[in-house]
T-cell receptor
Framework: DTGVSQNPRHKITKRGQNVTFRCDPI?????LYWYRQTLGQGPEFLTY????????KSRLLSDRFSAERPKGSFSTLEIQRTEQGDSAMYLC??????????????FGSGTRLTVV | GENVEQHPSTLSVQEGDSAVIKCTYS??????FPWYKQELGKGPQLIID?????GEKKDQRIAVTLNKTAKHFSLHITETQPEDSAVYFC?????????????FGQGTTLQVKP
């Protein structure tokens, strides 16, 4: 297992276009998280999944954002009608919950989105 | 809401000196406190973590201390090396149910001068 994989690494899109990012977590991890990071800031929570169930969504996640994790494996994050304010690094992380206790995160390298 | 404050925002030390980064958290139910190192163009990497039932944890040159009463925790790096230069983030996990959500600090840019 090579860790958490995110694709693409970089995405430049025009305002108003839709974009989709993919995250492949560590295979035995049952939790998957999406975070957003802007320059000079810490990551901000967007949403997370336990297996295929989306358990929590941040208020940051407007109705233009949607995330899925079909079959509890990889996940996709889609942004519709992109705005310049969506420009950021989108980070995916996974962890293993054992005996009800979440473990530490392993982050991917992120997808850097630039909306022009 | 939940909040994590981190200081300083930048820190410059000479190689071999120690570096200390401090964080405070607002949610008294928080029970897990990891530290991450982020290098340019990469995702954050977990370097050490501590749970609320422990006051201190050490791993070679890195140590973390936790003061639950004061709701603050600190990262200590001894004998710093140029490869320690990076952005460091503290985080806290809320205590409500078994949420895995982490709240991150704003980050500290550490520069170790050779």
């Amino acid at each position: 297992d090579t860790g958490v994989s995110q694709n693409p690494r970089h995405k430049i899109t025009k305002r108003g276009q839709n974009v989709t990012f993919r995250c492949d977590p560590i295979s035995e991890h049952n939790r998957l998280y999406w975070y957003r990071q802007t320059l000079g800031q810490g990551p901000e929570f967007l949403t997370y999944f336990q297996n295929e169930a989306q358990l929590e969504k941040s208020r940051l996640l407007s109705d233009r954002f949607s995330a899925e994790r079909p079959k509890g494996s990889f996940s996709t994050l889609e942004i519709q009608r992109t705005e310049q304010g969506d420009s950021a690094m989108y980070l995916c992380a996974s962890s293993l919950v054992e005996a009800g206790i979440p473990g530490g995160y392993t982050f991917g390298s992120g997808t850097r989105l630039t909306v022009v | 809401g939940e909040n994590v404050e981190q200081h300083p925002s930048t820190l410059s030390v000479q190689e071999g000196d120690s570096a200390v980064i401090k964080c405070t958290y607002s949610d008294s139910a928080s029970n897990y406190f990891p530290w991450y190192k982020q290098e340019l163009g990469k995702g954050p990497q977990l370097i050490i973590d501590i749970r609320s039932n422990v006051g201190e944890k050490k791993d070679q040159r890195i140590a973390v201390t936790l003061n639950k009463t004061a709701k603050h925790f600190s990262l200590h790096i001894t004998e710093t090396q140029p490869e320690d230069s990076a952005v460091y983030f503290c985080a806290a996990r809320g205590g409500s149910s078994n949420t895995g959500k982490l709240i991150f600090g704003q980050g500290t840019t550490l520069q170790v001068k050779p």
